[in-house]
């Protein structure tokens, strides 16, 4: 099965691939998808929907998992972030895939063994 990963952001957001294989985990691929901040608000939303749609049309994953947002101290930031975090969730439900959500300490806790890893 394949998975994808996306980690949400208005000026990045990123992506992972990997597959399993039985308990095996492969690397597949990962990048980044970038808004332009010049653009008003909506014109960045569509550039993070199309890079979003082109990965899901590029690798075809089964699932996605999306990492959940935190609340930041700027309540601006907090609601880009947001949006650009919907822009996440819609491209994989608009594919028909199924979505889970987790939150980001234990993101990288799986991945490196510490929930507050860089």
Do not use: C
């Amino acid at each position: 099965m394949r998975l994808l990963g996306i980690d949400p952001g208005l000026r990045v957001t990123g992506w992972g691939i990997i597959e399993t294989r039985g308990n095996r985990l492969s690397y597949v691929a990962d990048g980044i998808i970038t808004s332009d901040a010049r653009e008003p608000l909506a014109q960045r939303l569509l550039q993070l929907f199309d890079g979003l749609v082109a990965v899901v049309d590029s690798f075809a994953p089964a699932e996605v998992a999306v990492e959940e947002t935190f609340v930041n101290a700027n309540a601006v930031s907090t609601l880009k972030l947001g949006q650009a975090r919907g822009i996440a969730l819609l491209v994989p439900a608009r594919f028909g895939l199924a979505v889970a959500e987790y939150p980001p300490n234990l993101v990288k806790k799986s991945v490196v063994g510490v929930g507050h890893a860089a």
